[in-house]
């Protein structure tokens, strides 16, 4: 009795969760540090091209012309900043119902075969390296392509087919998730009013995992949003905004990859990039924000 | 002699190697209630769910024997099952209302089988609330989601959207086991109510049930039948001891 007493009050003890604390303390802090260091050098260096060479916030975000290295400079991230949004909502709008019917495969269709088959392979298309994407997509997508439609091959379309590929995984994955989680009960009560399978699919379970449906999407869009490589090397990287779906044109990632080791720190053109990785950021930072939003409302 | 709205004929069912339903003869009077009992594990909700299909959908489960309904065998092969379960409608053990408004809940079942006009649609829900006694409940919040209902609430609702497609027979797996005595007497009240219309097959854990609400009863031990008579019989004067032993609480 009198041992365990002096247990409760021994030292040693007291000392272990002093040390778990702060060893836990000190991992969140530097990770604290790191990301708030990261947000304020990207800030300070994307506002001092507004703060310190004067260049107007709206000329940068609607200006059409991207020059920053002529007598007159010009700095208009609009196309970067269409092909940017085009590129990853066009990928999300191909791979959202390829992944859907996919999971669906996989969790009402054909379980067994899915789950041991199907989908390790498209788990496994997450772990390819995004050259290797670029490179497949440059030289199957963007020569089918220039032979299919008029234009140049490279351009919009290739790059949204390349990360389509790219983030199906990501919808894939969640939409997976979102199906096996569903009630069974739900889809026997639709069973047992004399629907089909596809009318429970499409009526039921469709509707019932939307807002994880989504989740999934928009995850995809973020993703897709911040690939450099992959896309860079399959749309041609004009800073225009295209005529057609199969035209050169430019993302904010291509725009920095491509430039970003021609410029020297400090100038007005370095600084110009580091605005479009600000604006990259603020976007990751609005689809983390939907994210949580979505998922708020799937657990109502 | 009560006309027979559905009779099964030596009924088997197995998962995989397991035999959970073993050649079992029943036949359901039209408009009356028939309650299934015995203990845990026996096949009772095996047995329900082979006579609307359900058990189609799992895997492994194979159903052999014949299930007549008028002049068919529903269970031959080459039956449209989707047809048959709309004609045989079933209550779950827990409520499971679609995530939709309560007026969608209801209108699911006849949208799907064309009923497209707004006006029947709006008869056939108040019609299907009426009779499962949740319009007074519901009236003003038709358009509100169903899962913001009680438990006793979306199991009424669970029925009257079994209601709406217009079944002959509704079978109910433990439907009030889940819910708390007031609504339980509700749905015992309610089964009352419908039987002047549909055939009903009850599942339940309480003997009082099964007394109080059905016409026959079914006792079920391991996989089988041991004795199907009026309820009256069953809970005064069984034939057998298993029964008497069952009933009165020794085992199970
Ligand atoms: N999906 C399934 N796969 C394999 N075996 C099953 C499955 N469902 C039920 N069984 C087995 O079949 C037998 C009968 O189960 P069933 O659910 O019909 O019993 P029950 O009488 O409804 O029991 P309870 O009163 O507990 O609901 C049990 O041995 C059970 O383990
Ligand atoms: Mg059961």
Redesign the interface.
């Known amino acids: 009795m009198a041992k365990s007493y002096d247990r409760l009050e021994g030292k040693p003890h007291l000392t272990e969760e002093w040390v778990g604390k702060a060893y836990t303390f000190v991992c969140i802090m530097f990770l604290v540090i790191t990301i708030s260091s990261m947000v304020y050098f990207v800030a300070s260096k994307g506002l001092s091209t507004f703060l310190v060479n004067g260049v107007n916030v709206g000329d940068l975000l609607t200006g059409l012309k991207w020059n920053p290295e002529a007598d007159i400079p010009l700095f208009g991230a609009l196309p970067f900043i269409f092909g940017s949004f085009s590129t990853s909502i066009l990928a999300a709008i191909i791979a959202a119902p390829l992944g859907f019917c996919a999971a669906v495969f996989m969790v009402e269709i054909a379980p067994k075969f899915g789950r041991k088959y199907m989908q390790p392979v498209i788990e496994l298309l997450a772990g390819i390296p995004s050259v290797v994407y670029g490179f497949v997509g440059l030289s199957v997508i963007v020569p089918f392509f220039r032979d299919t439609f008029p234009g140049q091959g490279i351009g919009i379309a290739a790059g949204a087919v390349v990360l389509a590929v790219m983030i199906l995984p990501t919808i894939t994955t969640i939409a997976t998730d979102a199906l096996a989680a569903l009630p069974a009960g739900l889809k026997e009560g639709s069973y047992a009013l004399g629907s089909t399978r596809y009318q429970t699919i499409s009526r039921i379970v469709l509707p019932t995992t939307l807002p994880a449906q989504m989740t999934g999407i928009v995850l995809g869009i973020a993703r897709a949003f911040g690939e450099a490589l992959a896309v860079q090397m399959v749309i041609g990287n004009a800073p225009h905004i295209p005529h057609s779906l199969f035209e050169s044109t430019s993302t904010l990632t291509s725009a920095i990859t491509l430039s970003m080791g021609n410029t020297s720190m400090g100038s007005v053109h370095n600084n110009a990039l580091w605005s479009l990785a600000l604006i990259l950021m603020l976007m990751t930072f609005v689809f983390v924000f939907i994210i949580r939003m979505l998922e708020r409302r799937s657990k109502l | 002699m009560a006309e027979i709205a559905l009779s099964a004929k030596n009924l088997s069912v197995h998962y995989g190697a397991h035999g959970a339903v073993r050649n079992v003869s029943l036949d359901f009077a039209a408009k009356s209630v028939t309650a299934l009992i015995g203990p845990s594990g026996c096949g009772k909700s095996t047995f329900l769910r082979s006579l609307?299909r359900?058990n189609d959908?799992i895997?492994n489960c194979k159903v052999t024997g014949e299930i007549w309904m008028k002049d068919r065998d529903i269970n031959a092969p080459g039956t449209d099952v989707?047809?048959?379960?709309?004609?045989i409608?079933?209550v779950?053990q827990?409520p499971?209302?679609?995530?939709?408004s309560i007026y969608e809940n209801i209108a699911?079942?006849p949208r799907?089988?064309g009923v497209k006009n707004k006006k029947k649609l709006d008869e056939i829900v108040e019609e299907s609330l009426t009779r499962a006694a949740l319009w007074d409940e519901t009236k003003d919040r038709l358009h509100k989601s169903a899962l913001a209902l009680s438990g006793g609430q979306q199991q009424r609702l669970?029925i009257a959207?079994?209601i709406a497609?217009k079944p002959d027979m509704i079978l109910m797996d433990e439907p009030a086991s889940a819910l708390d005595p007031v609504s339980t007497a509700k749905i015992e009240e309610l089964i009352s109510e419908l039987k002047r219309e549909f055939c009903i097959v009850i599942v339940t854990h309480n003997m009082y049930q099964a007394a109080r609400v059905s016409e026959k009863t079914a006792f079920f031990l391991t996989g089988q039948v041991v004795e199907y008579d009026s309820t009256d019989k069953m809970f005064t004067d069984p034939e057998r001891a298993e029964t008497s032993d069952y009933i009165s609480g020794r085992f199970g």
């Open positions: 609307n359900m959908l895997p989707v047809a048959i379960r709309q004609k409608g079933m779950f827990r499971n209302p679609f995530h939709k699911y079942g799907y089988h669970c959207r079994s497609v």
